[in-house]
Nanobody, 130 residues
Framework: QVQLVESGGGSVQAGGSLRLSCVASGDTSSLNYMCMGWFRQAPGKEREGVATICPPDGITYYADSVKGRFTISQDNAKTTVYLQMNSLKPEDTAMYYC?????????????????????WGQGTQVTVSS
């Protein structure tokens, strides 16, 4: 199984930046052909997709709400995925979760149906103040 550990969350003022990291460990062989992604959940709201990244060429998909502000990337070993968040807004405040072993066929659709994700990290909190 793949284990995921997120880091990099924190508190920042609106307009600021944060970079989240997610390190995968355990049996990571599936990450060579399955996607990883970031999701978030604000208090009282449902979990929503933020971005996904897929092998072999690192194709990316983003939720409309973060396009142009967030960038997902992955290291060459495909065991660490990053989320660079710029121009942060108070509405970006949420617990951010890393996800793995996303079927390639679901690479875009998974952003709308995060319930289909089977592998989650424990989350890292991002708070953006106005």
């Amino acid at each position: 199984q793949v284990q995921l550990v997120e880091s990099g969350g924190g508190s920042v003022q609106a307009g600021g930046s944060l970079r989240l990291s997610c390190v995968a460990s355990g049996d990571t062989s599936s990450l060579n052909y399955m996607c990883m992604g970031w999701f978030r959940q604000a208090p009282g709201k449902e979990r929503e997709g933020v971005a996904t990244i897929c092998p072999p060429d690192g194709i990316t998909y983003y939720a409309d709400s973060v396009k142009g502000r967030f960038t997902i990337s992955q290291d060459n070993a495909k065991t660490t995925v990053y989320l660079q968040m710029n121009s942060l807004k108070p509405e970006d405040t949420a617990m951010y979760y890393c996800a793995a072993e996303i079927n390639y066929a679901m690479r875009a659709l998974i952003l709308r149906i995060p319930g289909a994700v089977e592998r989650w990290g424990q989350g890292t909190q991002v708070t953006v103040s106005s």
